[in-house]
Structures are given as structure tokens and as C-alpha cells.
């Protein structure tokens, strides 16, 4: 249905959204969904990439039928950190827009109705069109992207969001969506699975400046409110140091070790000249 409109520009908007939303569930990397400049380790996602499953069963492609899947699976043939052939899942939601099965569906259903589409169709495909001419077809780029996200955040304002149309990319898709399962208490290495990191490198996305990244924190902190300190197992024999302070000791084989003061609450341990030192 996209294709059936008159305006390009109005078909560039709507369909960086849909891209934006699908993006954004898998934590992509922009060049992973979009014709970015120079060169890239990463493939472009094509439409033999994108599958849909119903009630376990992968839907078949025509007749196509993807807006009533459970969920959309991606296949990312190649990355930049040379992990290969990647498959991830994320299920539908409830919301209208905010769907990662919806937004697939619909990029998908544009895609079937480009002249002659193929499974290696590059899901950032485009029939470019004017008044007097068919032009062919194009690429969506970064640039497109960025424009569209931007003038989101214009709309939005930035009294709302807290940054301004200028502070924005097509990274912020990935880090955003990072920063989503994080606040939503999704696991760490859940994380790192759905956005393909190899490491906790995502950690970087974080935004410690954003208000609820600490919304339950001191509600959590106080849910015990004694604890138990367990003594060390066996107890080591003590000596005073020249300061006044417990020296422990264990036997180990080959002489004897220092073990660290028995310290739990990290308190402060005066010196000779009164200045305190923490252990």
C-alpha cells in the first residue's frame, strides 16, 4: 500500500518509521538495515532474511499474511565483529505502532509489491517515482534516517525528551534500544544476545543522566534491611600490627600469607598522625 501513494516524500517518512521501529527491537546496527557511506563489514538485511512465525510454523510469503505472526525472526549473514549467520526472535506486542512483528510486516508487504522482488531484495528497498517518470528503484540511506528521527524530536521537543534534534543519529536506534531493555530489567546477557555484542561493550549506551535509570533503586535498597556478615572459614589467627590494627595470618603451602583484615562495612582505620586510611 505504500507504493500506491503519489507523494515520494510522504512514502520516504513512513517508511523510515517502519524501518525505525523494526530497527529498534533488534538493536540494529544502521548499516545493517540502511545504504550508509563507505565501507561497511556488515550486510544489508534482504527479504529472505525476515521470517514469520505462527503458533511455531514459519508463514509462507504469498500469500503473505506477517501481521498475524507470534513473531519475526532475523538472520544477520554477516557483522562487523565477524559473527556469522546470527538468527534473533522478538515477538509481537500489543501496541498498534510499537511492534516489532507490524513493523516487519509492513516493510515486507512493501517490498512484495516492487517491480520483480526477489529474496535478495535489501529490506531498505524504495520505488523511486515522479509525476512524469519511473526513475527505478533506491536505496533508503542514513541521511533519510536521520532526517526523519530529527524531525521527531522537533515535534517532541526537547523539553520532553531532554536533548535536542542535533544530538541524535542513526546509532541512537541501537544505544536506545539498549538503554530500553536495561531500565525494563531485562538480563544482561539477554542483551547481549538480542543486539549481537560479544562483550558488556554495550554498557557504553547507558545513560546514567536518565531519570528512571534509578526509578526502583532506593525503593530496592531498603527491601533488607539487616544482613549477615559470614566469618571467614577457619578463623585466622590475629596479631597487632605497629598501627594498632588485627594482622591476620593463614598457613599456605610454601610459607604464610596475609589475608586482609576482616573489614565488612569498609570502615576507615586511623593512622599514626590521625589521617584515616581505607581499607
Given amino acids: ?14 517508511y523510515t518509521c517502519h524501518l525505525a521501529v523494526a530497527a529498534f527491537f533488534h538493536a540494529m546496527r544502521s548499516c545493517e538495515y540502511l545504504h550508509v557511506e563507505g565501507e561497511r563489514r556488515s550486510t544489508i538485511l534482504r527479504m529472505a532474511d525476515v ?7 514459519q508463514q509462507s510469503i504469498t500469500p503473505f499474511d506477517g501481521a498475524s505472526a507470534d513473531a519475526v ?20 506486542t500489543d501496541h498498534s505502532i510499537l511492534c516489532p512483528v507490524k513493523a516487519w510486516s509492513s516493510i515486507i508487504q512493501h517490498l512484495l509489491t516492487l517491480p520483480y522482488p526477489s529474496p535478495d531484495t535489501p529490506v531498505c528497498t524504495l520505488h523511486q517515482t515522479t509525476n512524469s517518470a519511473n526513475t527505478g528503484l533506491v536505496l533508503l540511506t542514513s541521511a533519510n534516517m536521520i532526517a526523519s528521527l530529527r524531525r521527531a ?10 536533548y535536542s534534534p542535533a544530538e541524535i543519529g542513526t546509532h ?42 534509578t526509578q526502583t533503586v532506593s525503593l530496592r535498597m531498603i527491601n533488607i ?6 566469618p571467614a572459614n577457619p578463623p585466622p589467627a590475629a596479631s597487632l600490627t605497629a598501627h594498632g590494627q588485627l594482622q591476620y595470618s ?13 573489614n565488612p562495612h569498609r570502615l576507615p582505620a586511623e593512622d599514626k ?3 584515616y586510611d581505607y581499607q
Wanted: aromatic residues 12%; glycine residues 6%; hydrophobic residues 45%.
Fill in 1 to 14: 500500500t505504500l507504493c500506491n501513494r503519489p507523494n515520494r516524500t510522504w512514502l520516504i517518512v513512513i
Fill in 73 to 92: 525472526s532475523l538472520t544477520f549473514r554477516w557483522q562487523k565483529n565477524d559473527h556469522r549467520q546470527a538468527t534473533i526472535t522478538m515477538y509481537r
Fill in 225 to 230: 534491611e539487616n544482613f549477615f556478615h559470614v
Fill in 250 to 262: 593463614a598457613s599456605m603451602a610454601g610459607g604464610a600469607a596475609r589475608v586482609p583484615p576482616r
Fill in 172 to 213: 541512537s536506534i541501537r544505544s536506545g534500544a539498549a538503554m530500553a531493555m536495561h531500565l525494563a530489567g531485562v538480563p544482561r546477557y539477554t542483551i547481549m544476545l538480542i543486539g549481537r555484542w560479544r562483550s558488556d561493550a554495550f554498557m557504553a549506551y547507558l545513560r546514567e543522566q536518565v531519570l528512571q535509570f
Fill in 153 to 162: 524530536v522537533a515535534d517532541i521537543g526537547s523539553t520532553t525528551l531532554g
Fill in 51 to 57: 521470517r514469520f512465525f505462527k503458533n511455531n510454523v
Fill in 273 to 275: 598522625e590521625g589521617a
